[in-house]
């Protein structure tokens, strides 16, 4: 079994605010006088209404359902995920920092490829853990993590956790849902798998048995950041097996998601026909991206995501596109980890395919080196 810290593993720490929302449902009734917390539930606010709107402010003055019952219910339904197997928080970064506090204490080693999603890392290093970086598996047309370099490492290192995305940021590399059950029978048994799919929902392959479930030994991530269009208001939830989710929820920051983002994310789970047309328009703009800069002579890189990786011949090529580019007011990403300092990626919105947006890149393709 993956291994907890062991301040957690007894009785505690409790809870002392699970809210007025879980009371209620505890109770099976609404509690109408509410007069022993102490937000500004009397607040008139006439500023507030002005600019936003009553329907707004109506959602403001008391904390959230820190069991986010509703949205859970919705993502329950539409993915077939039991609710049970559901915790809902304020993003997948918020997740990625949940899932380190509830697994990891200050000096274990934790493994993640090194150039990936930077904000494990971070978080990681910032919790006191010992980080570890498998290189990518790089070949003409791959940029992949290295999933044999990843369990190695975990088993070289006696690492308490191994942190994947899937697909992965920035190099958009799927692996295919039978390699991740492969990872997690190669890692050791007392080692975590933090799986974080903020980008599945841009997937091309089909539905697998394995798509909805919590698998043992493995934190899956997911968020309403980018198919959901919802970044700013934080918002994204965890699938693992009961009794993990029930130790995040021992350390979890419970009024960590708004009820105003609460009450969004369920209006816009309600209308999945939006969220479906927008995936689709983004599929579509990204393999017109690609296409586009394939026909340049572009290194593109194959993406399960919604943005395109291009690798140019060089960090100093990369560099230079990317300073240009800002001088021209257009912003592309490019990684601060010197193992992918020549990865430029492109998200796949509207502006990118405008004719001569991305002109200094092409330019840059098509220089003879
Ligand atoms: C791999 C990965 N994980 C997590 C996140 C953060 O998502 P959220 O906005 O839900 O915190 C991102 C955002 O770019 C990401 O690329």
């Known amino acids: 079994m993956p291994r907890y810290p062991e301040h957690l593993t007894g009785e505690g720490p409790i809870n002392p605010f699970p809210g007025i929302k879980v009371l209620e449902r505890r109770l099976g009734q609404k509690i109408p006088h509410q ?70 204490e200050p000096g274990v080693t934790v493994i993640a490829t090194a150039g ?4 494990f890392g ?34 070289r290192e006696n690492a308490r956790l191994v942190y994947l995305a899937n697909p992965d940021n920035p190099s958009g590399h799927l692996h295919s849902d039978r390699a991740i059950l492969e990872l997690r029978e190669a890692l050791p048994d007392t080692c975590w798998l933090l799986l974080d799919e903020a980008y599945s ?14 698998l043992p030994g493995v934190i899956r991530l997911r968020t309403l950041s980018k198919a959901h269009g919802l970044a700013g208001l934080r918002i994204g939830y965890a699938i693992a097996e009961p009794t993990v989710l029930a130790m995040m929820m021992k350390v979890r920051i419970h009024y960590a998601v708004s009820t105003l983002t609460l009450a969004a994310a369920e209006v816009v789970l309600d209308h999945s026909d939006e969220v479906r047309q927008h995936i689709k328009d983004v599929k579509a703009r990204r393999e017109q991206l690609s296409r586009h800069f394939h026909a340049l002579g ?26 240009q580019l800002l001088e021209e007011g257009v912003l592309v990403a490019r990684l601060a980890h010197p193992a992918l300092s020549n990865v430029i990626r492109i998200t796949a919105v509207a502006d990118a395919l405008v004719p001569g947006r991305l002109a200094t890149l092409e330019q840059a393709i098509q220089a003879p080196s």
């Open 35 to 104: 007069l022993g917390s102490n937000e500004g539930l009397d607040m008139p606010h006439q500023a507030l209404r002005a600019h936003f709107g009553d329907a707004l402010a109506e959602h403001v003055y008391g904390y959230g359902d820190a069991e986010a019952l509703g949205v859970r219910q919705r993502l329950s339904a539409q993915q077939g995920i039991p609710l049970e197997h559901l915790l809902v928080d304020a993003g997948a970064d918020s997740l990625i920092a949940l899932a380190v506090r509830t697994t990891c």
């Open 116 to 119: 990936t999603y930077p904000t």
């Open 122 to 155: 971070y978080f990681a290093k910032g919790a006191g853990c010992r980080l570890v970086e498998p290189a990518y598996h790089e070949a003409p047309g791959v940029l992949a993590p290295d999933l044999e370099a990843l369990a190695a490492a975990a088993h």
């Open 201 to 214: 929902d841009f997937r091309d392959d089909a539905p697998s048995e394995f798509t909805a479930k919590a």
């Open 298 to 323: 572009a290194d593109v890189l194959p993406s399960a995501t919604n943005f395109v990786g291009i690798r140019l011949p060089s960090a100093d090529v990369a560099g230079a596109v990317h300073q």
